[in-house]
């Protein structure tokens, strides 16, 4: 146990402090935030007679025996009697120590889970410590912490019951834009880490005590404040405008492409026209689901800005996503006579010299490529609109460069988001306050729905026998596999054999392979077979996931199903279903199947509609994980929950957008308080 408080000024920072740094630990309020987990009950001694089989319970008597055993191994056995009966007290790991306080004679109090063991009830592993008849019991429950494995909850406890002290936790924030009943911050927090002992444990599990309901109703306060911050800054900024014009190239790529706009996209394009007019930089999401047709409105509104002689960049998380819409506006665009440059990480030397050049002269008017476009050395001659797709997988830091890269210019350029994966309504509100929002509700017509049907993977065969026929109907298919190499851990069928499998099982038809671990061009060789339709079958690891568009694909069969998210599906689905043919989706699966596995799979079946399949996501993992956020170590919301605290987060709106009208300051304070250095991170 450290001697140390974590108060004492040491030069040398010890490992638990070290740890608590970590943990984000540092200021006062940080630790007075640091909320426990669960709590154990230290304020009464149940009688040994009274203890059932499974309770977690807190006992104190004399030490009757103490003694080493060898059979069945070692291990400290002692026994405890308090007059009302006696417990077994059972350690395989023990040290000198323990022997010396649960000597015979010794009075402890110990604390564990009782369970019916040969003789009777023992405990093993219990805690323990030494008292005298006169040591009182904790009259408030023992708060539990997140804490991680050299941090010891005893020094972290200790550092939290003085952090809580010291914190400044006055109210900050005026009664009347409290929830109603509201309890104030300090009362609540110091409850939470301390709870009287007559609490009800349900309501401090599920956060639905007023304790709690103040904590969140905080946390989307701060929250809500800096979104609306970010908004208002940006209102500062100054964007070049840009004109529709009569005859421009908006108009005249309208007028070459082979279908004309569904009312939903022309809608969108008029609310981003309406942006780019504006002063202010554009702050736009444009979702809309897989197919819905996002990169022609990506196209028209490069097209508004290029007329007036500014420069665009679209960037995508991956090289295939990139060069699928490199192609389609190449071809869409260079007619029109925009010259455009390809960027992305695999491009090296010469060519990249020459690229790069030909951004800086400004002589290309359209930049596209993977995040390699943001890179320092890219430099803009007159950057006007950047264009992300599927923003969301991006992470934290390239969208903080993104952020940078865009701030360089006198004038900042306009930005549109693009992304499949709709947010719902609670998390758009919360997490993209200062975020405009487009939606494509409208699939272009002429679709038919996709089938989606889920299979046990006992009817691969069968699966195999339905390529066939449709193969020789001058269909294509698509086979997604999850894995590329046989791994033992993973029983996963790997794709390289079933690449094997589909063509023996197909003779005289082109059986393609796709895969993370081939070379930019021979994907691309791949992908061009397969979209002139040279290919029939393409036999893939999740690799296809995001964009690829070939009309002529109508059956798509996941494998391991169950392995996949709910969103990757869903976007994977929508490979095929792109042209008007009946489209079928094969979800093949392995028993056993998880309770999310299976609830993912069933989603599937039951709808296409993506707003839907995002409301499932959400709901079965969680909003954490929904943004990616685990893995882009964004800080999300810790307390609230969107799913079950909507009413919470609408007056945490309100409250948010009357602070900052009538007290900023006081706004400031508390998002200072709430999000510490962490602020920046929210805004990216
Ligand atoms: P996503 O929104 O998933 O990015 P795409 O932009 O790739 O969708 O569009 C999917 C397909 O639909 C493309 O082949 C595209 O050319 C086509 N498309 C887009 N808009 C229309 C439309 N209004 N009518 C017919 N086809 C369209
Ligand atoms: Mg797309």
Redesign the pocket.
């Known amino acids: 146990m450290p001697t140390d408080t974590p108060t004492s000024a040491r030069k040398e920072k010890s490992a638990p402090q070290k740890a608590m740094e970590k943990l984000g630990l540092v200021r006062d309020i940080d630790l007075a935030l640091h909320i426990p987990l669960r709590y154990e009950d230290e304020t009464r001694i149940t009688p040994i007679r009274d203890l059932r089989d499974g309770d977690i319970a807190q006992v104190e008597g004399v030490v009757s025996d103490c003694q080493i055993q060898f059979r069945p191994r070692r291990q400290l056995v002692v026994k405890l009697d308090d007059g009302s009966g006696e417990l077994v007290l059972r350690f395989l790991n023990f040290y000198p120590n323990h022997q010396k306080t649960l000597a015979a004679g010794n009075r402890v109090r110990v604390r564990g889970e009782a369970r019916g063991g040969f003789f009777g009830l023992e405990m093993v592993h219990p805690s323990f410590k030494s008292v005298d008849a006169e040591t009182p019991l904790a009259t408030a429950l023992t708060p539990v912490y997140p804490t991680s494995a050299t941090l010891p909850q005893a020094y972290l406890r200790k550092a939290i019951a003085s952090g809580l002290q010291r914190a400044d936790l006055g109210e900050l924030i005026p009664p009347e834009l409290l929830p109603r009943g509201s309890w104030n911050l300090r009362d609540s927090l110091r409850f939470l880490h301390h709870p009287t002992p007559d609490v009800s444990l349900g309501e401090l599990e599920d956060k639905t005590h007023p304790a709690w309901q103040r904590l969140k109703f905080e946390e989307l306060l701060a929250q809500q404040l800096s979104q609306l911050q970010a908004k208002n800054e940006r209102a500062l900024q100054r964007a070049p405008r840009f004109t529709v014009r009569a005859g421009g190239l908006q108009e005249k790529l309208l007028a070459a492409l082979p279908?004309?706009?569904?009312a939903a996209?022309r809608r969108v394009v008029e609310e981003i026209a309406l942006d780019l007019q504006r002063e202010v930089p554009m702050h736009r999401l444009l979702q809309?689901d897989?197919?819905?047709?996002?990169?022609?409105v990506a196209a028209l509104a490069a097209a508004i800005a290029m007329n007036e002689g500014w420069q665009c960049a679209l960037m995508a998380p991956t090289e295939i996503l990139a060069e699928q819409h490199f192609r389609k506006l190449v071809q869409w665009l260079e007619p029109l006579g925009i010259q455009t440059a390809w960027l992305t990480g695999s491009r090296k030397g010469k060519k990249r010299a020459e690229m790069l050049a030909r951004v800086a002269s400004g002589e290309a008017a359209l930049v596209v490529g993977t995040h390699a476009v943001i890179q320092s050395e890219v430099q803009f001659a007159r950057l006007g609109l950047a264009i992300i797709d599927e923003q969301h997988r991006f992470g934290v830091a390239q969208r903080l460069a993104l952020r940078d890269k865009l701030e360089q210019q006198a004038l900042e350029p306009h930005l549109l988001m693009m992304s499949?994966t709709p947010i719902p309504r609670t998390l758009a509100m919360t997490l993209f306050a200062d975020l405009d929002v487009s939606t494509i509700d409208e699939l272009?017509?002429g679709r038919t729905p996709i089938v989606t049907k889920v299979f046990s993977d006992h009817k691969r065969e069968g699966v195999i026998r339905t390529i066939a026929a449709e193969v020789a109907q001058g269909k294509q298919v698509y086979w997604v596999c999850p894995l590329i190499e046989e791994s033992e851990k993973l029983d996963l069928q790997n794709a390289t054999a079933t690449h094997e499998q589909l063509s023996a099982a197909l003779p005289g038809h082109s059986v393609g392979l796709l895969h993370g671990r081939m070379n930019a061009t021979d994907k691309a060789a791949v992908m061009a077979q397969f979209t002139a339709g040279d290919m029939k079958v393409l036999v893939s690891t999740s690799v296809i996931e995001v964009?690829v568009?070939v009309?002529n694909a109508s059956l798509m069969v996941i494998e391991h199903a169950e392995r996949f998210g709910l969103s990757q599906l869903h976007q994977l689905r929508?490979r095929v279903g792109?042209g008007s043919v009946a489209s079928v989706c094969v979800l093949l699966y392995t028993s056993p199947l998880s309770d999310t596995g299976k609830s993912r799979l069933k989603a599937m079946a039951e709808t296409n509609d993506g707003f839907e399949i995002a409301r499932r996501d959400l709901e079965i993992r969680g909003p954490g994980e929904f943004l990616g956020a685990r893995q882009s170590g964004a800080p999300l919301l810790r307390f609230a929950d969107l799913t079950l605290d909507e009413p919470l987060v609408h007056v945490a709106r309100q409250a948010a957008t009357r602070l900052l009208t009538s007290q900023p300051h006081v706004a400031e304070q508390h998002v200072a308080r709430w999000l510490g250095s962490k602020a920046e991170f929210l805004k990216a």
């Open positions: 279908f004309s706009l569904t996209q809309g897989v197919g819905s047709g996002k990169t022609v499949a272009p017509p964009g568009d009309p929508g792109r």
